[in-house]
């Protein structure tokens, strides 16, 4: 049987374990979205995993929206993800690039202008910004120019990528950001060929998928979603239907990787969960499904035996555990991760949690 610890492969990119830390934001840039030194010596530290997916990082200054999170549109940020890319490679590990355009949920002060959308929207609660939390403002709809440009700003962010040193990318099509916001029907109201039917609101992310393609091959992209449940206004009415046929597509696309992270219950405020779409998209699609939220060891070793998941990716325990496979190999126990610091900044609760002691092994 599968085990957490057996090789796996994503396309081209082949992994050592089916241990994935999940994309992790971690504002540790500075506001030039460039990253440095430090943010390779975390990423190192996590190198044992199977594969890192990086933190979100923009495609463009209009996509980005997170005050401290890296970008890759530019050369001076290129030159930064060389350090973080070398140091894990040199640490034996593998990562992708989650390539990042937020949509609506860009603040308008963190300098890309009024935000774009699927439609004219205004995503609920407060964004990000320098000077602490604002309301959002209504997004513009994208007008089929601004599609073909930042389909474009995806390619080339995805060029960038490589040339970066990365073994790979990641769409972030996940928690209500652009690509998210095309998807759904809670926020693309469009009238013309990118919206209404599930076919329509499929067009946006294909496209984006057949440029990253175009640009670095199929078999270096992979995607991620967060099918069944509400997140930052963005929800469908229908997630089983469009996640079938998104299965689909994925599948004529030759997308070699999804990761999906699916809810399993509510969340601390009371949202709840719909059924959770993998088991249906499992037979329409061949390529490797990486499942994410809430797994400890032993849950992650159970839904790997139910033969839907490929692999596991793991969040929070990532933060607080650099060295999780080997502490799921020796079935010791998690550290538990400190909120206060996820976006603080700075190397405390960043790269000081400590490796598992060799006491604590034996
Ligand atoms: C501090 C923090 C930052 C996150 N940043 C991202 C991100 O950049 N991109 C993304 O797709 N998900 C992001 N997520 C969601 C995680 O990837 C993951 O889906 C979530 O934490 C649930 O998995 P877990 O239970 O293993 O932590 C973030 C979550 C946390 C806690």
Do not use: C
């Not at 374990?17 to 440095?36: C, E, G, Q, Y």
């Not at 140091?87 to 963190?110: C, F, N, S, T, Y």
């Not at 910004?129 to 440009?149: F, L, V």
């Amino acid at each position: 049987m599968t085990t957490l610890f057996d090789p796996v492969r994503f396309g081209a990119i082949a992994l050592a374990n089916r241990i994935v830390m999940a994309p992790l934001t971690r504002a540790r840039s500075n506001r030039d979205a460039i990253p440095n030194a430090l943010m390779a010596e975390y990423y190192a530290q996590r190198a044992s995993a199977g594969l890192i997916i990086s933190e979100a990082t923009g495609i463009s200054r209009e996509g980005l929206g997170w005050p401290n999170a890296p970008g890759l549109w530019n050369e001076a940020q290129v030159e930064g993800w060389k350090l973080v890319t070398e140091a894990v490679h040199e640490a034996g590990g593998k990562i992708a690039a989650q390539l990042w355009h937020m949509g609506r949920l860009v603040h308008p002060d963190l300098g890309g202008g009024r935000p774009v959308s699927a439609s004219a929207t205004t995503a609920p609660d407060y964004a990000h910004t320098y000077e602490g939390k604002k309301p959002y403002a209504q997004s513009r709809e994208m007008t089929k120019a601004d599609i073909q440009r930042v389909v474009g700003d995806y390619a080339t962010a995805a060029k960038n990528a490589i040339a970066s040193g990365f073994d790979g990318v990641q769409v972030h099509g996940a928690n209500g950001y652009l690509v998210d916001q095309f998807l759904r029907d809670s926020s693309n109201f469009r009238t013309d060929n990118y919206g209404g039917s599930i076919e329509n609101r499929l067009r946006f992310v294909t496209e984006v998928l057949e440029a990253v393609g175009g640009a670095i091959g199929m078999e270096r992209v992979g995607i991620r979603f967060s099918p069944n449940i509400l997140v930052q206004g963005v929800e469908d009415s229908e997630p089983l239907a469009l996640f079938t046929a998104l299965a689909v597509r994925l599948e004529e696309l030759k997308v070699p990787w999804i990761e999906l992270r699916e809810a399993h219950r509510p969340t601390p405020t009371g949202v709840v969960p719909a059924e959770p779409v993998s088991p249906a998209m499992r037979p329409l699609y061949s390529g490797k499904i990486v499942l994410n939220g809430d797994y400890d060891g032993a849950s992650a070793r159970a839904r790997l035996a139910e033969g839907i998941a490929d692999a596991i990716s793991f969040g929070r325990p990532f933060i607080s555990n650099p060295d999780l496979v080997e502490r799921l190999k020796a079935g010791a126990p998690l550290a538990p991760a400190d909120t206060g610091t996820f976006y603080s900044g700075g190397p405390s609760g960043y790269v000081d949690y400590p490796a598992m002691d060799e006491a604590e092994a034996a």
